[in-house]
């Protein structure tokens, strides 16, 4: 069974530009989750979904930030304009039904914004 | 804000002996879930053992344990016999109604 997958693995770009990255959950993985660790930070929470739906989007850092989960399979977290404190590594997790079961973690995107 | 704290950025041990990394943590709610994760270099972060906070018994997972302290919100995982493939950065995390809060890591190394 495949793990999660997250696109790209490394992305740079400019301040001011707009970034996309993808999460591709586990099949059948009701629960998809989105955390950033800043460098020399702990991993932080961003959003929750449960399946299309947002369940929790208290980590989010301004609107700047938009996530969507389209028809509850793959997510993509969008980053416009991007400044250079965005930049880190995002992960992407997911989980089956409860919210208390393991979150399988994907192997992140590194962001830089320049 | 309800945090997890590890304490050590950094813990070494020879192979073949044990290790234990700390970890405390704050919480206001009776029912959670505690977890350590770890992430070798260059790959993705995995499970190594879970807790449930409403049981007594500490979980175990081979050469993973944990010591639960309730009353102290202290959650230490103990490795023992290491190998050179438990090198890696260990997570402590607790959830609260699914997401999950992270401690700032711990980088293991162990020497041959």
């Known amino acids: 069974e495949a793990g999660v997958t997250q696109f790209p693995s490394h992305s740079v770009i400019e301040k001011g530009q707009t970034v996309t990255l993808r999460c591709d959950p586990i099949s059948g993985h009701d629960n998809l989750y989105w955390y950033r660790r800043v460098m020399g930070k702990e991993i932080k929470f961003l959003l929750h979904f449960v399946k299309e739906s947002k369940q929790d989007e208290s980590g989010m850092p301004n609107n700047r930030f938009l996530a969507e989960r389209t028809g509850g399979t793959y997510s993509t977290l969008k980053v416009q304009p991007a400044e250079l404190e965005d930049s880190g590594v995002y992960f992407c997790a997911s989980s089956q039904s409860s919210i208390y079961n393991e979150q399988f973690f994907g192997p992140g995107t590194r962001l830089t914004v320049l | 804000a309800q945090t997890v704290t590890q304490s050590q950025p950094e813990m070494s041990v020879q192979e073949a002996e044990t290790v234990t990394l700390s970890c405390t943590y704050d919480t206001s709610e009776s029912d959670y879930y505690l977890f350590w994760y770890k992430q070798p270099p260059s790959r993705q972060m995995i499970l190594v053992i879970r807790?449930?906070?409403?049981?007594?018994q500490n979980a175990t997972e081979n050469r993973f344990s944990v010591n639960f302290q309730k009353a102290a919100k202290s959650f230490s995982l103990k490795i023992s016999d290491s190998q050179l493939g438990d090198a890696a950065m260990y997570f402590c995390?607790?959830?609260?109604?699914?997401?999950?809060?992270f401690g700032q890591g711990t980088i293991l190394t162990v020497h041959p």
């Open positions: 995390g607790r959830t609260s109604y699914g997401k999950l809060t």
């Open positions: 807790q449930e906070a409403y049981k007594q």
